[in-house]
């Protein structure tokens, strides 16, 4: 079991950019892959990006693509979010959490979550 937690949040105008990181800490040897996820008001969880732990191998929700950038500092147990060109319907707690195996994007295929930071982008 790995502990994660989520830093980086705020509130930022359309158009704006922010980062996220996610420190991980405890049986980090167990983790496949560190994934990012958020959940807006009234909506379910949905995938964001993930990044493989041991490697590299990045996967960015269409949505994503071209304005998110997912990385990670190993030496420090770290994933990061870059998010740029945010919109309004980026709003949402964004959460970090790790996968013990490699099972997909889904959030059922990850197995420790951290707590959450929220993202509030105005127009």
């Known amino acids: 079991q790995v502990r994660l937690v989520e830093s980086g949040g705020g509130s930022v105008p359309a158009g704006g950019s922010l980062g996220l990181s996610c420190t991980v800490s405890g049986r980090t040897d167990r983790v496949y892959a560190v994934g990012w996820f958020r959940q807006g008001s009234g909506k379910p969880r949905e995938f964001v990006a993930r990044?493989?732990?041991?490697?590299?191998?990045?996967m960015y929700a269409n949505y994503a693509k071209g304005r998110f950038t997912i990385s990670r500092d190993n030496a420090k147990d770290t994933v990061f979010l870059q998010m740029n060109s945010l919109k309004p319907e980026d709003t949402a707690l964004y959460y970090c959490?790790?996968?013990?195996?490699?099972?997909?994007?889904?959030?059922?295929?990850?197995?420790?979550w951290g707590q959450g930071t929220q993202v509030t982008v105005s127009s």
């Open positions: 990044i493989r732990w041991a490697g590299d191998d990045p």
């Open positions: 959490a790790a996968s013990m195996g490699n099972r997909g994007n889904t959030p059922h295929a990850f197995d420790d």
